[in-house]
């Protein structure tokens, strides 16, 4: 099976731009994580989605948002880019099902340089 | 709060020998995964293994394998044979149940710099 794919790999934007990333989960999991990763603030969950929904969400502004499509591929949008958001954004698909509890397979990120 | 505590930001080992990782979760559950992630410098997460905490027997894969401690709430990661490849940054995380009952969200350690010396 192929694994979690992220697009695209590199990003530099310009401070007040919007910036859109993408994710293509492993086939058959409906559910994808993001997650901001930063030298200062380490991993931070930003939000979940299953079935097009949004079922959990982490603790950042509203200037970060995302969607779900019905082939479970996921977007991540943020609006209004600052110079702290430069970060790795790893995305992360997991098989629904209670017996795997949390298990999740990363993607290989979007390194994301705000200017 | 559950928090993940991993108290060694780096760590040094020899090719061949053995090194253990620490990690400590704190949790009010009482069936839950833990896991050890691998993010070498290509920054791709990998998961390396998982520990059922309601299965007493410690999880191995290969060369890995974890000394889980339930009462404790310790979970260490122990690499024998060490090899150069083993170079990474090793994360422990505890999968949170969302507010909803479904879902998780991964909460991490800060990470154990792994260095690997020939």
């Known amino acids: 099976k192929a694994g979690v794919t992220q697009t695209p790999r590199y990003l530099i934007k310009t401070r007040g731009q919007q910036v859109t990333l993408s994710c293509s989960p492993i086939s058959g999991h409906r559910s994808v994580s993001w997650y901001q990763q930063t030298p200062g603030q380490g991993l931070q969950f930003l939000f979940e989605y299953f079935s097009e929904t949004q079922r959990n969400k982490g603790n950042f502004p509203g200037r970060f948002s995302g969607r779900q499509f019905s082939n479970s591929r996921s977007e991540m949008n943020v609006s209004t880019l600052e110079l702290g958001d430069s970060a790795l954004y790893l995305c992360?698909?997991?098989?629904?099902?209670?017996?795997?509890?949390?298990?999740?397979?990363f993607g290989p990120g979007t390194r994301l340089t705000v200017t | 709060a559950q928090t993940v505590t991993q108290s060694q930001p780096e760590m040094s080992v020899q090719e061949a020998e053995t090194v253990t990782l620490s990690c400590t979760y704190d949790t009010s559950e009482s069936d839950y995964y833990l896991f050890w992630y691998k993010q070498p410098p290509s920054r791709q997460m990998i998961l390396v293994i998982r520990q059922e905490a309601y299965k007493q027997q410690n999880a191995t894969e290969n060369r890995f394998s974890v000394n889980f401690q339930k009462a404790a709430k310790s979970f260490s990661l122990k690499i024998s044979d060490s090899q150069l490849g083993d170079a990474a940054m090793y994360f422990c995380?505890?999968?949170?149940?969302?507010?909803?009952?479904?879902?998780?969200?991964?909460?991490f350690g800060k990470g154990t710099s792994l260095l690997v010396t020939p």
């Open positions: 995380a505890y999968p949170v149940p969302s507010n909803s009952n479904s879902g998780y969200e991964l909460n």
């Open positions: 992360a698909s997991s098989l629904e099902s209670r017996l795997k509890k949390g298990e999740q397979y």
